[in-house]
């Protein structure tokens, strides 16, 4: 946004006070009067050379089913700049992790049937198991969860994450014939809830909703090629997600999105919408890059901190020297 004197205010804190400081490459610098910081006129985030447009576009695509060497194509392509993998892949964490947080207290109006699910994951060359819980009527993702057994401990947290996200318990609950779901389902709802184990091959009480919602996220984690620890995995699938929920049509909702039918009033369309946030919220976003990343304080030792000094009174050597001192 420009200022009423053809400059622009300043992105850190949007003050108009701004004054030309210098070029870098041939793009212009500011120097802003009121929190007296330096900025670029061009169309990136505070300490980043890259467009939002063009970051907005690479989200799209990962999060649309594209590998990284196919987004890094497509961005040469459009834009005619080059931009490694591993810049592309530091935008996806980055804003994965803001779109994560700003989705968290929503809760959505859902319908009183669930449907559950669980899948494999491939993270670090070991098999992971991915459950969900989806609502049969918005298709809005309840709750998710990485594990690496299918216990009923694990499948009662995962129904407790749906409660709480819902702010209530379901009616009735389909899932497959897993044997933790019964125990599992009845620790966390008790008696008021009917748990329908499905049957295969037919269309009522089926869990083909979820299932459909698997095979797409199956679409999308086979190109990854396997994920290389839980951290990763965790952020990167709570991040597709915010993609599934929030920002992607569903024909079957006549294009609208899962937050939509949910009731849910989000702030942002799109991935282009979350990367043209201010600078307050743009902050928290931490660059996972070297020269970005934040450095482990480090303690330093009590050598490194006290001098050793000569001992102000004898040391004491003998069993009856100490018994003296006493």
Not at 289 to 303: D, L
Request: proline content about 5%; aromatic content about 10%.
């Amino acid at each position: 946004m420009a200022s009423q004197n053809n400059k622009p205010d300043c992105k850190y804190c949007g003050s108009p006070a701004v004054v030309k400081y210098d070029t870098f490459e041939g793009v212009q610098r500011y120097f802003c009067k009121v929190c007296r910081r330096k900025f670029a006129d061009n169309d990136a985030l505070p300490k980043m050379k890259t467009s939002k447009k063009v970051i907005a576009t690479a989200l799209s695509c990962y999060f649309g089913g594209m590998p990284l060497d196919a987004v890094q194509r497509h961005l040469q392509q459009e834009y005619g700049t080059y931009y490694s993998e591993v810049g592309i892949y530091n935008w996806v964490k980055r804003f994965s992790k803001e779109a994560v947080d700003r989705v968290r207290d929503f809760q959505p109006i859902v319908g009183d049937t669930w449907i559950a699910d669980e899948t494999v994951l491939k993270v670090g060359g070991k098999n992971i198991w991915f459950f969900d819980v989806i609502d049969e009527k918005s298709r809005y993702l309840l709750a998710s969860r990485l594990a690496g057994s299918r216990t009923i401990k694990e499948t009662a947290l995962v129904m407790k994450e749906a409660q709480r996200r819902a702010s209530k318990s379901p009616k009735r609950i389909i899932t497959d014939k897993m044997t933790a779901y019964p125990d599992g389902i009845e620790l966390v709802f008790g008696a008021d809830t009917e748990h329908i184990q499905s049957k295969p091959f037919t269309d009522i009480n089926s869990t083909n909703i979820i299932e459909r919602f698997q095979g797409t996220l199956k679409d999308r984690t086979k190109i990854i090629r396997g994920f290389k620890n839980m951290d990763t995995t965790r952020l990167l699938t709570e991040a597709w997600l915010v993609h599934y929920n929030f920002f992607r049509p569903h024909m079957s909702l006549k294009d609208r999105t899962p937050a939509d039918v949910a009731g849910i009033q989000f702030p942002f369309r799109n991935w282009k919408d979350l990367t043209e946030q201010p600078y307050e919220f743009t902050a928290r976003m931490p660059l996972d890059t070297p020269r970005g990343r934040m450095s482990k304080v480090r303690t330093p030792t009590r050598r490194k901190l006290v001098k050793r000094l000569k001992p102000s009174r004898p040391v004491l050597t003998s069993v009856s020297s100490i018994r003296t001192r006493i």
